[in-house]
């Protein structure tokens, strides 16, 4: 697991952030990284990158039995309780993430939420905001690539919260320290899921080293 240490979090704050650094992610997310690597290899590995994260993040979701006959005998098997999963990208580059959640949960629902970043001040503001009708009973999973300086990412959770959400979790694939610190200071429930926690962010509010800009990359608006 990634010495998370630097980051001078509280222990309460620590056992709510998750490294996935499984060997397959970490290899996958140096693909990302490379200037290399052309819009169709960028898009497919944020896909699976997501999926992975996907498989951390719904780790700990309730099982119910259920009767199942299989063609030899009938026996008790496990299936998800209650409401499942809403997806909420934060546009445009968190759709570069749904795809892979949805690979692995199929009958997850997905809102959007459109945050736009002023290039000078670095605050966000909100442009597009719809969920679905039942979110508030399932479990939101905010999806963005990048976690910068969190001011996205907090107003995503804002928003979620003022339509009663209790359930959110925040998957992005690199994230600063600044970035981090600012959403586990901001809500004390949301949990958050990276793949890298990357040195620090420039003058520009860009993550260092990162990956550049991941909705550019994903669309091949460079």
Do not use: W
Request: aromatic share 4%; net charge negative; proline share 6%.
């Amino acid at each position: 697991m990634e010495n998370t240490d630097r980051l001078n979090l509280t222990p309460e704050q620590a056992a709510r952030l998750t490294v996935v650094d499984h060997p397959l992610v970490q290899h996958k997310l140096s693909i990302l990284r490379d200037e290399q690597t052309g819009t169709k290899q960028f898009r497919d590995i944020v896909r699976e990158l997501a999926m992975f994260e996907g498989y951390e993040a719904t780790r700990d979701f309730a099982l119910e039995p259920v009767e199942v006959t299989t063609p030899l005998e009938t026996c008790v098997c496990q299936h998800l309780a209650g409401k499942k999963v809403a997806i909420v990208p934060i546009l445009r580059a968190g759709l570069g993430m749904v795809d892979g959640i949805l690979d692995l949960i199929p009958a997850a629902r997905v809102g959007h939420v459109g945050m736009e970043r002023d290039p000078e001040t670095h605050v966000p503001r909100e442009y597009y905001c719809k969920l679905p009708g039942d979110a508030e009973s399932r479990t939101c999973l905010i999806v963005d690539p990048m976690l910068a300086t969190g001011g996205s990412a907090t107003a995503a959770i804002e928003y979620l919260r003022r339509a009663g959400v209790s359930n959110i979790r925040l998957l992005v694939l690199v994230a600063a320290p600044e970035g981090v610190r600012a959403v586990l200071d901001f809500d004390p429930d949301v949990r958050l899921y990276t793949c890298a926690v990357d040195r620090e962010l420039n003058d520009h509010a860009y993550i260092l080293p990162g990956l550049g800009d991941a909705g550019d990359r994903i669309f091949g608006t460079l």
